[in-house]
């Protein structure tokens, strides 16, 4: 069982930066990917990104690429999305959530163990 726990959401104007964390229970975190997810008003969940259980490994979804860097640090046992240059299209909840296969990290389907989101607004 993993417990994750996400952080750094808010209310921010259009060209802003934020950090995400998502913090992880349990002594097992690099051995699973972790992703980030967000769910907009009126949308489906979609993949924003991911990273590999040692870090070396990152995935991006083409809408955030350039502007978005994931990261994690093991012997915190958190993962971080970093988004730069945020737009009003962002405004979403953000979840993250582990994978222990990590085999299709874009599929929300295959994640074990989701947070419970934190909302990002972005105002124009």
């Known amino acids: 069982q993993v417990q994750l726990v996400e952080s750094g959401g808010g209310l921010v104007q259009a060209g802003d930066s934020l950090r995400l964390s998502c913090a992880a229970s349990?002594?097992?975190?690099?051995?699973?990917?972790v992703g980030w997810f967000r769910q907009g008003p009126g949308k489906e969940r979609e993949f924003v990104a991911a990273i590999s259980g040692s870090g070396r490994s990152t995935y991006y979804a083409d809408s955030v690429k350039g502007r978005f860097s994931i990261s994690r640090d093991n012997a915190k046992n958190t993962a971080y999305l970093q988004m730069n240059t945020l737009k009003p299209e962002d405004t979403a909840v953000y979840y993250c959530?582990?994978?222990?296969?990590?085999?299709?990290?874009?599929?929300?389907?295959?994640?074990?163990?989701w947070g419970q989101g934190t909302q990002v607004t972005v105002s124009s």
């Open positions: 959530a582990v994978d222990r296969a990590a085999l299709r990290l874009d599929r929300s389907s295959e994640y074990d163990y």
């Open positions: 349990g002594r097992t975190f690099n051995t699973y990917a």
